[in-house]
T-cell receptor, first 114, second 116 residues
Framework: GQNIDQPTEMTATEGAIVQINCTYQ??????LFWYQQHAGEAPTFLSYNVLDGLEEKGRFSSFLSRSKGYSYLLLKELQMKDSASYLC???????????????FGKGTKLSVIP | NAGVMQNPRHLVRRRGQEARLRCSPM?????VYWYRQLPEEGLKFMVY????????ESGMPKERFSAEFPKEGPSILRIQQVVRGDSAAYFCASSHPQMGRQETQYFGPGTRLLVL
């Protein structure tokens, strides 16, 4: 089975740095995704990791350790518009059915305060 | 380049009616995924389709739910005889097949179904 855990809520101050953790247990692994979702809107793709290490993309970075089943999303220079839910999703190994379905955590609701 | 389109954005149905949700993938994308998001829950996979084929429907309820992706036109998720428990946000995602490489799913704005 699949299980993905991330904190339910976090609060951080504008201009600061915040790290959102995600741990997972899956029967197979073929990549980990982070999405941002503002209330009432579509999830928006942020980052993808399939190998261990850090991927940096502007103010956002994502880290993966496959041996530990662990990832984090790092947001720097926080802005008020970064207030949103951040979804961690794992793609299972390519199944016999040919599916690349994603298994999502429940999301971390980040509130950025002045 | 338009993103993934879904309509309607909001849909209200009474118990027992049918709900039809439409999804037009991004231009050039031939893979479509449907997910359901219940309040306070994560997105749950329902079904994966390619043109004229259902590839994986392991997340679909066994009854009342069906999906199609015809050769022409949008993908449709159909819910027959809706019940209150079907109230949720239904998201469609599309992707472009990339053998051996990252295949990112891009999401539409969702359809919020409310069953009265």
């Amino acid at each position: 089975g699949q299980n993905i855990d991330q904190p339910t809520e976090m609060t951080a101050t504008e201009g600061a740095i915040v790290q959102i953790n995600c741990t997972y247990q899956t029967s197979g692994f073929n990549g980990l995704f982070w999405y941002q979702q503002h209330a009432g809107e579509a999830p928006t793709f942020l980052s993808y990791n399939v190998l261990d290490g850090l991927e940096e993309k502007g103010r956002f970075s994502s880290f993966l350790s496959r041996s530990k089943g662990y990832s984090y999303l790092l947001l720097k220079e926080l802005q008020m518009k970064d207030s949103a839910s951040y979804l961690c999703a794992v793609r299972s190994a390519y199944s016999g059915a040919g599916s690349y379905q994603l298994t999502f955590g429940k999301g971390t609701k980040l509130s950025v305060i002045p | 380049n338009a993103g993934v389109m879904q309509n309607p954005r909001h849909l209200v149905r009474r118990r027992g009616q049918e709900a039809r949700l439409r999804c037009s993938p991004m231009k050039g994308h031939s893979h479509v995924y449907w997910y359901r998001q219940l309040p306070e829950e994560g997105l749950k996979f329902m079904v994966y389709l390619q043109k004229e084929n259902i590839i994986d429907e392991s997340g679909m309820p066994k009854e009342r739910f069906s999906a199609e992706f015809p050769k022409e036109g949008p993908s449709i998720l159909r819910i027959q005889q809706v019940v209150r428990g079907d109230s949720a946000a239904y998201f469609c995602a599309s992707s472009h097949p990339q053998m051996g490489r990252q295949e990112t799913q891009y999401f539409g704005p969702g359809t919020r179904l409310l069953v009265l």
